[in-house]
């Protein structure tokens, strides 16, 4: 199951770092591990207990973690990957079925959601739901959940290829609407960029990242994105006539029209589109800050100026979507309430604690998992430009939060739709038609 930028989060298309090199050293930042004022339970020590995770970029960085809080807790955390190309849904329903769930399960929201009521324990009353306010998921007024990182998506750019093909500065907050972006886009063609931007042509993407946009500009929330998809599937809402939808198919069209890969777009291949972001055969690329590892490999670093631009909905500068990027809770965490004895819940907070309050766990998020932090005591920073981008504009207000809770086939379903209308197969009217014909199956 997916929810908005969820699919995103758990894909990594390469590695950070040639892994057929052996000379390569991988830069990490050191975790300062002198300062520790975090009060630990002897009481669970020896406690072992699992972590199913779902978010396969950060396994090893998982398993770096679970070996400092054993070395500090003596509870041991046991990291079990989601084998690739598994759901984690299935595999945690499976693990249910055989009577030997993880204490603790990385999971999409719309997993959580699915599952909680009837397997999770109720966290409502952990300390750290006060350092996350506003982005708890809840089931019926109850926590279930806790919120792992932010991720955020909109149209990335490079600063530095913009300027040295302008000739001047580059001041992405200049650009408010659908047509100051298509200035843009002209004055870089007019300058020997041919095709400027690079579109994914992933059924995920399609069907999640791009498509949900409908959903969640609403108003900014969870809840008016669930409101117009109830809209839809009673047929209250025709999709022909809402602004939201045209103003989306209206920016789709800019980002075809301009496509490094118009001639081929269901040929477009997603490494190469990081590639060409960092050599500057484009400017502009639509998608996540998950797409870093993909350009780092590609040869950016860190201290390059990448940012993101909203998706433009409109012409209209006090739209707030285009004055903000999507930035939302990802992946969750969920807490085994049937099988987990009261000790191994217990350890599974302890180790939840720790990730909030302890001074070392508030780096490792950070800097070893390289995640944006939803909990507002963290004082650490990313360090790589796409999520420093997503940080500060969650902090200045830069972004909304809103995640569309959607059934799991939704992105392949809508995702094939949308890849007829990219490749020009399908008009505006067939493609919400298939929108439609798609939420009135629906329950």
């Not at 966290?123 to 350092?131: D, G, N, R």
């Not at 490079?158 to 093909?165: G, L, M």
């Not at 886009?185 to 999640?208: H, Q, T, Y």
Request: charged share 25%; glycine share 6%.
């Amino acid at each position: 199951m997916t929810a908005s930028l969820l699919t995103g989060c758990g894909r990594t298309f390469g590695f950070a770092s040639d892994p057929d090199d052996p000379n390569e050293v991988e830069e990490t930042i050191p975790i300062d591990t002198s300062i520790d004022t975090f009060e630990y339970d002897t009481s669970l020590s020896g406690t072992n207990i699992t972590l199913l995770n779902s978010k396969a970029e950060i396994q090893t960085a998982l398993e770096e973690i679970s070996e400092v809080f054993e070395e500090k807790s003596g509870i041991h955390v046991e990291v079990m990957p989601v084998s690739d190309g598994d759901s984690p849904y299935t595999k945690v329903v499976s693990l249910y079925n055989s009577g030997t769930p993880p204490t603790l399960s990385i999971l999409d929201t719309t997993d959580v959601i699915a599952l909680a009521e009837e397997k999770a324990a109720d966290l409502s009353e952990e300390p750290w739901t006060a350092e996350a306010e506003g982005y708890l998921t809840e089931v019926n007024g109850t926590v279930y959940s806790f919120p792992l990182c932010i991720e955020g998506r909109g149209i990335i750019y490079n600063k530095t290829v913009i300027e040295e093909a302008l000739g001047e500065e580059f001041d992405p907050t200049t650009i408010r609407t659908q047509d100051d972006f298509v200035e843009v886009l002209d004055r870089l063609v007019d300058a020997g960029i041919e095709r400027p931007v690079s579109l994914a042509k992933e059924d995920w993407s399609l069907g999640a990242h791009q498509l949900q946009y409908v959903y969640e500009t609403y108003d900014g929330t969870s809840a008016g994105a669930q409101e117009v998809i109830e809209e839809i599937k009673d047929g209250t809402l025709d999709l022909k006539e809402y602004d939201r939808m045209t103003g989306f198919l209206d920016m789709f069209d800019i980002l075809k029209k301009y496509n490094v890969a118009q001639k081929d777009p269901l040929g477009a291949d997603y490494d190469e589109m990081a590639i060409d972001l960092a050599d500057g055969k484009t400017a502009f690329w639509l998608n996540g800050n998950w797409a870093w590892p993909n350009l780092e490999e590609s040869g950016a670093e860190s201290s390059d100026e990448y940012g993101f631009l909203p998706f433009f909905m409109s012409n209209d500068e006090s739209d707030f979507a285009n004055q903000q990027i999507q930035g939302s809770p990802s992946k969750q965490i969920m807490l085994d309430g049937q099988v987990a004895s009261e000790k191994e819940q217990a350890a599974a907070k302890e180790f939840l604690n720790w990730i909030v309050y302890s001074e070392i766990g508030q780096q490792m998020l950070v800097y070893t998992c390289n995640l944006i932090p939803p909990f507002q005591n963290n004082p650490y920073e990313p360090t790589d430009p796409l999520s420093r981008d997503i940080y500060e504009k969650v902090q200045n207000g830069g972004a909304f939060n809103a995640s569309a809770i959607v059934p799991n086939d939704h992105w392949s379903i809508l995702g094939a739709a949308m890849q007829k209308y990219l490749a020009d197969r399908s008009d505006r009217d067939e493609l919400i038609e298939s929108i439609e014909d798609y939420w009135s199956e629906q329950e």
